[in-house]
């Protein structure tokens, strides 16, 4: 099993490009979810899915969309990148058991 | 809402010394309590949870964490450190009820061990 993966790995952005970040699971986990990661602010939860065709908002969800079309693939979407969104994005997965497995992360730079 | 404070935000230990971070949270119902370890340049990893039955629970690397219900809290605690153990630490929390899936991370604490 792959896990949770997340790509890119890096990315820089200047400020008004969209882009998709790209989350893939294969332990065929109905929960999916993505977050933010800043200094000394933790991680805050963007969007939220609980199965394919479902989302929803999570702490910090403006300027971000998401959708899940199918169990394995949850893909967050940056409309207009803003310098805010400067940070890194970690993708997780869980089941009912409610252990999250995350990704490795993307560090987005937005100029 | 759910919410997590942990007020160490930085704590160097020497190696063999015992650790307590602390972590206490807020929630109007019963939860389930997480304690995730980043370390340099990885991603989270569980090291121990909370669901319901035994406060006292142990986790991996020899970690463990008391919840006390009275006092909103759920420590993490280990009787001796190894340099091996530096890293973030991050409790969470989640409302135990029905279609709760929200996870809410504390800001972490960044924990450095001295050789």
């Known amino acids: 099993n792959a896990g949770v993966t997340q790509t890119p790995k890096f990315q820089v952005l200047k400020t008004g490009q969209s882009m998709t970040l790209q989350c893939a699971q294969d332990m065929n986990h109905e929960y999916m979810s993505w977050y933010r990661q800043d200094p000394g602010m933790g991680l805050r939860l963007i969007h939220y899915s609980v199965g394919a065709g479902i989302t929803d908002q999570g702490e910090v969800p403006n300027g971000y969309n998401v959708s899940r079309s199918t169990t394995e693939d949850f893909p967050l979407r940056l409309l207009s990148a803003a310098p805010s969104q400067t940070s890194v994005y970690f993708c997780?997965?869980?089941?009912?058991?409610?252990?999250?497995?995350f990704g490795p992360g993307t560090r987005l730079t937005v100029t | 809402a759910q919410s997590v404070s942990q007020h160490n935000h930085h704590v160097i230990l020497s190696e063999a010394a015992s650790l307590e971070l602390g972590c206490n949270y807020s929630?109007?119902?019963?939860?389930?309590l997480f304690w995730y370890v980043q370390y340099p340049g990885q991603h989270l990893q569980l090291l121990l949870k909370?669901?319901?039955?035994?406060?006292l629970v142990k986790g991996i690397k020899g970690f463990e964490a008391e919840f006390i219900k009275s006092k909103f809290s759920f420590n993490l605690r280990k009787p001796s450190v190894q340099w091996s153990d530096t890293a973030e630490y991050f409790c969470?929390?989640?409302?135990?009820?029905?279609?709760?899936?929200?996870?809410?991370f504390g800001t972490g604490t960044r924990l450095t061990i001295i050789p």
């Open positions: 997780a997965s869980w089941d009912s058991l409610y252990e999250q497995y």
């Open positions: 969470a929390v989640k409302g135990s009820n029905f279609g709760n899936e929200k996870l809410t």
């Open positions: 909370y669901f319901s039955g035994d406060p």
């Open positions: 929630y109007g119902g019963t939860v389930n």
